[in-house]
């Protein structure tokens, strides 16, 4: 945690801190596995979490402090039980800020599973292709990301009023970007789709507020300041991943591919319907990433 934090700022952290113990404590009595690696499944991607052994799962609105996802797709459970032989612990669906949740909410289960044991998280994204080299169902390996997620909402939900918080909380943020995105885990993501025998590319992450596609000037925009791929999650977690020192890996879908040029729209549908074609991909990823960096 930061030092010098003000009485007020120190405060917010601890109540955070608290709030983290309580949901801890809840969930350990529910399992006794420790989990070495998270697992954050977005859009169309929760297909992996069916294939989790030995399962326990949790509802999100059973856990204390954490947000109910209303995003459609998101099964909103928190499963542990065992993959690869490894002990994982995986959120089958994920919190927005769209949905009116500050970033302290969103990545709160991030702290949550850090507390649990994890030191590795693997977090998962349905993305709109910016690069023009990509098509619908390739995945990117996520090697840096651009933040767009700064703004604020209106803090409507109740998780917000009682716990008092703003949309950072002081103290929670790293001190330094280096290299939040593990590059090991980038190395066996990318052999991983060499010998799967699919299209996987690196490249950089950008984050909005949501919960509206971008239009054709933004698509503009965002290629020409190097952005890959665009998203609306994924940033809140991985950077709490970062200050709690976690091993992280990013991976993002593409559901649709932009065209500055044409009106065309992206739906929701078809950002799922391209996920459920991509699960072969991203678990055959997730699994080599388990075999390789995981002691059983």
């Known amino acids: 945690m930061r030092q010098n934090l003000s009485m007020d700022e120190l405060s917010s952290a601890n109540r955070y801190l608290d709030h983290v113990e309580q949901a801890t404590e809840f969930l350990r009595a529910r399992s006794d596995l420790v989990p070495t690696v998270a697992i954050i499944l977005g859009s169309g991607l929760g297909g992996l979490a069916e294939k989790i052994q030995q399962p326990i799962a949790v509802p999100f609105p059973d856990i204390p402090g954490f947000a109910a996802s209303t995003a459609s797709g998101h099964r909103g459970q928190l499963i542990f039980g065992e993959l690869e032989q490894t002990r994982v612990v995986?959120?089958?669906?994920?919190?927005?800020?769209?949905?009116?949740?500050?970033?302290?909410?969103?990545?709160f289960p991030v702290h949550v599973m850090a507390r649990l044991g994890a030191t590795q998280l693997v977090v998962s994204n349905a993305a709109g292709g910016v690069n023009p080299k990509l098509k619908v169902g390739d995945i990117v390996v996520i090697r840096d990301h651009l933040d767009f997620m700064r703004g604020r909402f209106q803090a409507a939900n109740?998780?917000?009023?009682?716990?008092?918080?703003?949309?950072?909380?002081?103290?929670?943020?790293?001190?330094?970007?280096g290299d939040v995105y593990?590059?090991?885990?980038?190395?066996?993501?990318?052999?991983?789709?060499?010998?799967?025998?699919?299209?996987?590319?690196?490249?950089?992450?950008?984050?909005?507020?949501?919960?509206?596609?971008?239009?054709?000037?933004?698509?503009?925009?965002?290629?020409?300041?190097?952005?890959?791929?665009?998203?609306?999650?994924?940033?809140?977690?991985?950077?709490?991943?970062?200050?709690?020192?976690?091993?992280?890996?990013?991976?993002?879908?593409?559901?649709?591919?932009?065209?500055?040029?044409?009106?065309?729209?992206?739906?929701?549908?078809?950002?799922?319907?391209?996920?459920?074609?991509?699960?072969?991909?991203?678990?055959?990823?997730?699994?080599?990433?388990?075999?390789?960096?995981?002691?059983?």
């Open 158 to 177: 109740s998780a917000s009023s009682n716990w008092n918080v703003g949309d950072e909380v002081s103290g929670f943020s790293p001190l330094r970007h």
């Open 182 to 296: 593990d590059p090991d885990l980038s190395a066996i993501a990318m052999q991983a789709s060499r010998e799967s025998n699919f299209a996987a590319y690196e490249g950089t992450y950008l984050a909005t507020l949501g919960p509206n596609y971008e239009t054709r000037a933004e698509y503009r925009m965002m290629r020409r300041i190097g952005a890959d791929v665009a998203g609306m999650s994924t940033v809140p977690e991985v950077l709490a991943a970062a200050n709690l020192g976690m091993r992280t890996l990013g991976l993002s879908m593409v559901s649709n591919v932009a065209n500055p040029d044409s009106a065309i729209a992206a739906s929701h549908d078809e950002v799922l319907a391209a996920g459920r074609a991509a699960e072969a991909k991203m678990e055959a990823i997730v699994r080599a990433v388990l075999r390789n960096t995981c002691s059983h």
């Open 90 to 107: 995986a959120m089958a669906g994920r919190f927005h800020r769209y949905e009116g949740w500050s970033r302290a909410e969103v990545s």
